[in-house]
């Protein structure tokens, strides 16, 4: 698929999911998991297109936190991704990582911070910072679309060289306003 | 309907699934699996699980897609799968040939007081593992089957295989494995030629 154009260097502030796919590749990340998420499509995309990353949907998001263990011991980097909602599915088995530690790397798009109309939302939104806190991980935030490679660059090594657990929180405005009727306000 | 099960001495399984490993990587699932692949020899390919229950198969997914030369093995108990069903969904849709998952059914949650499991109540892991996409399924039931099954492992092109293998429900005594997951962690890239940095 889009392998040239993402390696011409095309990356503008809208296109962030390229930036952290180019960081990613820089990272020699060989491994990528998922819950499907619309702020995710476009990198979930570049991933299945590139046959240098071995690209898995999941069930659910603690599936990719043991899949990240079992990829490190392999000799893998991996990356999961997510959205807010399914950060306390993981917690549990943060524990591992913790445990034995695994470096993991785990990007989280925001629901329920910013313009949301969706009240379940936003419970897990608001809590999913000290989910991660809770279990040990480091938060980082991406809230500009121009910070992207150097957030996730600082994320990646505090990860695979620090062995340590790091969610970056991709911000709701980052990602912008969900249409969902014709309806205005 | 055969009975949910199994009078097969789960030591001597597992020691017969492991004899002649060559190059056979292990993940084992908290509680009695670990214990089990422990009792069968110590190895460097061992990675025991302490906790994590519900994640053996993912770990030995993610081990699997980063080493696609080596056979790997997940042995582990229906509690275990149970908690993790999902994953067999998500390991049909990468068909990783050299992944295998044997779970130990005795059909209880042995670790705390021998509760009767959704396995030990009627579900079938084979028939689910089957209806997940995992083409290569086993029901085993003597020795004579653990034997086929471990002839098979080396076969990298076969998987992913799940045997649900059909234990008797005894206690038995408890062989304890290291437990300090940054040393498991550590032997097991380093068995594989990763240094600790």
């Given amino acids: 698929m889009d392998q040239i154009a993402v390696h011409q260097d095309s990356a503008t502030s809208t296109d962030w999911p390229v930036a952290i796919y180019r960081t990613l590749k820089n990272f020699g990340v060989a491994q990528v998991s998922y819950v499907p998420d619309a702020g995710h499509s476009k990198l979930i995309k570049l991933s299945h297109a590139d046959a240098d990353i071995k690209t898995t949907v999941l069930t659910t998001e603690e599936e990719g936190v043991a899949l990240s263990a079992g990829a490190w011991l392999g000799g893998d980097r991996a990356v999961l991704l997510m959205q807010s909602s399914g950060v306390g599915n993981c917690v549990n088995m943060l524990s591992l990582m913790a445990s034995c530690r695994f470096p993991l790397l785990t990007l989280v798009t925001m629901r329920g911070e910013w313009a949301e109309f969706n009240p379940w939302q936003i419970p897990m939104g608001r809590a999913t910072p000290q989910a991660f806190e809770i279990m040990g991980a480091t938060v980082l935030r991406l809230e500009n679309p121009d910070d992207a490679e150097e957030v996730i660059s600082a994320a990646a090594s505090l990860a695979y060289d620090g062995d340590q657990q790091v969610a970056v929180l991709i911000s709701q405005r980052m990602i912008g306003r969900k249409k969902w009727t014709k309806e205005t306000h | ?197």
């Fill in chain 2, 1 to 197: 309907m055969s009975a949910p099960t199994g009078t097969l001495d789960r030591r001597a399984a597992v020691k017969a699934l492991l004899a002649d490993r060559g190059d056979l990587l292990v993940i084992s699932g908290l509680g009695s699996s670990s214990y089990d692949v422990f009792d069968a020899g110590e190895h460097r390919g061992n990675f025991y699980l302490w906790g994590a229950m519900g994640g053996a198969a993912m770990v030995g997914l993610g081990l699997a897609l980063a080493q696609p030369k080596r056979p790997v093995l997940v042995i582990t108990g229906d509690g275990e799968q149970l908690m993790g069903i999902g994953s067999l969904l998500t390991i049909a849709t990468k068909q990783p040939g050299n992944l295998s998952i044997a779970v130990l059914d005795n059909g209880h949650f042995g670790e705390t007081g021998m509760q009767p499991s959704h396995s030990g109540l009627g579900a079938k892991l084979e028939v689910i593992a089957s209806g997940a996409g995992i083409g290569n399924v086993s029901d085993i039931a003597d020795m004579a089957g653990i034997e086929r099954f471990r002839n098979s492992l080396r076969d990298l092109g076969g998987g992913p295989r799940l045997a649900r293998i059909r234990i008797a429900a005894g206690e038995v005594e408890r062989a304890l494995p290291p437990r300090d997951g940054a040393y498991l962690k550590n032997r097991f890239r380093g068995h594989l030629g990763f240094q600790v940095r």
